[in-house]
């Protein structure tokens, strides 16, 4: 069995990577290196292109044998996209509607795309379920509620299926500490903790401590990205032995505030995590946390590290390359 994997460069999609090759399966990873970075693909084949070149694509699936596709080549920052919508457009929609047409050509029928919790935008209730109404409030969820609705199409007109996975926070590095977030790149939470933590930026900004929440600071639910990982095996497996097309939550199900955080990482690095309290950023929700009984019921799957993992692993990866993968 071989799989592809589009953006297995980026941090997402290189932490899969290495899973799918550790569960058995042999990959070959698509990516254009915009965002994503050649070292964290390591010694996996690799090809340097965009989703959205018909011919690359199709040669990396008759070369590599691709039975399967794991789809995470997106651009994903929120205020980027609502500065410049036709590039999300574009590249998000644009592009991997030409990977499904060549897929399709091709013969490969298998997909699991990454989608967002952001496509519910500002929840009517938590936890937040897969049968709750979308909202998206960026262009950046509307890209990726777009491909959920294209891929759905795909599945009523072809013999395509695919599972599109909404994940909740991803955060965290690999076990190993060996693969990570750059925080050069991001705008989340962990990453600009572990920033101020190690001393790379005078301080956290905490986005609002008014919410109607037990600290009043944002609730999320933070999801180890090793976790994510092994929810994507779930969806392959669930997909080659002919499982029908599903759209679902992959969180906790718990909701963690900014606040628990700090204090997670102050005890386990033993330092201070200097941080002040300014204004709310905008856009912002109060809380979202995930009802995941979907992806457990249908794939067995479960969550199997916690928030202290999620922090050690963050803060051991930075600790060593302050810099990221180019650092
Ligand atoms: C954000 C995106 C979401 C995307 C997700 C991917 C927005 C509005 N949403 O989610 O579309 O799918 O990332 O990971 O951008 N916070 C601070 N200080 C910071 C950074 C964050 O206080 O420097 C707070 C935020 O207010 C929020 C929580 O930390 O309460 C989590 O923020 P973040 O990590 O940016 O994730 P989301 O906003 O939930």
Not at 161 to 186: H, I, P
Not at 298 to 306: S, Y
Request: charged share 20%; hydrophobic share 40%; with cysteine.
């Amino acid at each position: 069995m071989t799989t592809l994997i589009t953006g297995g460069a980026g941090y997402i999609g290189s932490i899969t990577t290495r899973a799918i090759r550790a569960s058995g399966r042999a990959v070959v990873v698509l990516d254009t290196l915009e965002n994503g970075h050649r070292k964290a693909v390591g010694d996996a084949p690799f090809v340097q292109a965009d989703v959205a070149d018909a011919d690359a694509v199709r040669r990396t699936v008759e070369e590599h044998g691709v039975d399967e596709v794991v789809h995470f080549a997106a651009y994903k920052a929120v205020g980027e996209s609502m500065a410049n919508p036709g590039k999300y457009f574009a590249n998000n929609v644009t592009g991997s509607q030409r990977l499904f047409e060549t897929l399709r050509s091709c013969g490969v029928d298998r997909v699991v795309f990454s989608s967002t919790a952001a496509v519910y935008g500002t929840p009517a209730r938590v936890p937040v379920r897969e049968s709750d109404p979308t909202d998206c409030e960026s262009v950046y969820a509307e890209t990726k509620l777009m491909i959920e609705k294209t891929l759905g199409w795909y599945a009523r007109t072809s013999t395509m299926r695919s599972v599109c996975l909404r994940y909740f926070n991803a955060a965290g590095a690999s076990d190993d500490a060996t693969l990570g977030e750059d925080w050069r790149f991001s705008e989340n939470l962990v990453p600009h903790v572990m920033k101020a933590v190690l001393g790379h930026s005078p301080a956290l900004k905490v986005f609002g401590n008014d919410y109607p929440t037990p600290d009043g600071t944002g609730v999320r639910d933070y999801i180890h990205v090793e976790d994510l990982a092994s929810a994507h095996i779930a969806a392959l497996d669930h997909l080659a032995s002919g499982g029908a097309s599903v759209t679902c939550n992959v969180g906790t199900g718990q909701g963690t505030s900014v606040l628990e955080i700090i204090a997670a990482t102050e005890r386990i690095s033993g330092r201070k995590v200097p941080h002040q309290i300014v204004a709310r950023r905008a856009g912002d929700v109060s809380e979202v946390w995930a009802d995941s009984s979907l992806v457990r019921d249908l794939f067995g799957w479960e969550p199997r590290r916690h928030l202290d993992d999620i922090i050690s692993s963050a803060y051991a990866w930075h600790s060593g390359r302050p810099g990221g993968h180019r650092g």
